[in-house]
């Protein structure tokens, strides 16, 4: 499967090798294990789960606390021609509405979505009949009480782990500004 993730990292993203760390951090989620990443900011972290997600059937959800970051994700994934959405709170009803329809048809091979998306049990239960291949907690230094950015509702992922036992949790976070290599 790492042969495969290395022919995506071509055909989408343009690079003939992966960057220090990230062949590994592919590896083990691909494996199925729990991977933490911490890698400097702009060194491919997001690389780390979006080749698997492209390897592996079923849907890779992706946890985000920024709701620009998100949309760059996507804005970036589709342009490359990856099926990838966002549910947050800058959509409408409605289009919260189509975009859980489409995702539950099996439209999309990443989900991005906010934490507080879990406080809704309608979207718990809907998570239940989706084939996720595995969950991405994206900026994880937010779980973290004594940082300034804390986020109540990254507490309560904790259910990924109860809910869906046998599914592989990735989390990522940055630790400074990568140097010229």
Request: aromatic fraction near 10%; include cysteine.
């Amino acid at each position: 499967m790492l042969e495969l993730a290395q022919q995506n990292l071509k055909k989408y993203f343009g690079f003939d090798n992966f960057r220090n760390g990230q062949q590994e951090a592919i590896e083990s989620i691909i494996e199925g294990n729990n991977t933490f990443i911490l890698m400097p900011t702009g060194n491919g972290k997001s690389l780390c789960y979006q080749l698997p997600a492209l390897c592996k059937e079923g849907l890779t959800i992706v946890v985000s606390p920024l709701i620009s970051l998100m949309q760059d994700q996507v804005e970036s994934l589709v342009q490359k021609g990856i099926s990838a959405t966002l549910i947050n709170s800058s959509l409408s009803l409605k289009d919260t509405i189509n975009r859980l329809r489409e995702v539950a048809e099996g439209k999309y091979k990443i989900l991005y979505i906010a934490p507080e998306r879990f406080k809704n049990e309608e979207f718990r239960l809907l998570l239940e009949s989706l084939n996720i291949t595995f969950f991405v907690v994206d900026e994880a230094h937010v779980i973290s009480q004594w940082g300034h950015d804390f986020r109540p509702e990254y507490t309560q992922l904790n259910f990924i782990k109860t809910e869906f036992p046998g599914l592989p949790l990735m989390a990522l976070t940055a630790n400074c500004k990568a140097t010229q290599q």
